[in-house]
């Protein structure tokens, strides 16, 4: 089992920055580990993943450039640099753990967060 819990979130003007944290707890070890979120009306979108030793990353093509996907293992700790901010980025963000290699299907991911919302205004 895998806890995750998602911190960072908030209200922000368009081109602003905000870090999303995620802390992990439980079974970590060898976990491949992503960002999603989800606006209203919208369905569940991949944003970034990074793999176990943090030197593999992938993100959408939608936020490449922009934001940037890090962890820090010895605090069971990931992160989500955001910036440029834009207003189509507002949504609830996910942090989700699966085992394994790299997915982009959020239901191959067994484990999520609650969720922190990024609210962006134009």
């Known amino acids: 089992q895998v806890q995750l819990v998602e911190s960072g979130g908030g209200l922000v003007q368009a081109g602003g920055s905000l870090r999303l944290s995620c802390a992990a707890s439980?079974?970590?070890?060898?976990?491949?580990t992503g960002w999603f979120r989800q606006a209203p009306g919208k369905e569940r979108e991949f944003v970034a993943g990074?793999?176990?030793?943090?030197?593999?990353?992938i993100y959408a093509d939608s936020v490449k450039g922009r934001f940037t996907i890090s962890r820090d293992n010895a605090k069971n700790t990931l992160y989500l640099q955001m910036n440029s901010l834009k207003p189509e980025d507002t949504a609830v963000y996910y942090c989700?753990?699966?085992?394994?290699?790299?997915?982009?299907?959020?239901?191959?991911?067994?484990?999520w967060g609650q969720g922190t919302q990024v609210t962006v205004s134009a």
């Open positions: 990074i793999n176990w030793s943090g030197d593999t990353t």
């Open positions: 989700a753990a699966k085992s394994g290699l790299y997915a982009n299907n959020p239901r191959l991911y067994a484990y």
């Open positions: 439980g079974r970590t070890f060898n976990t491949y």
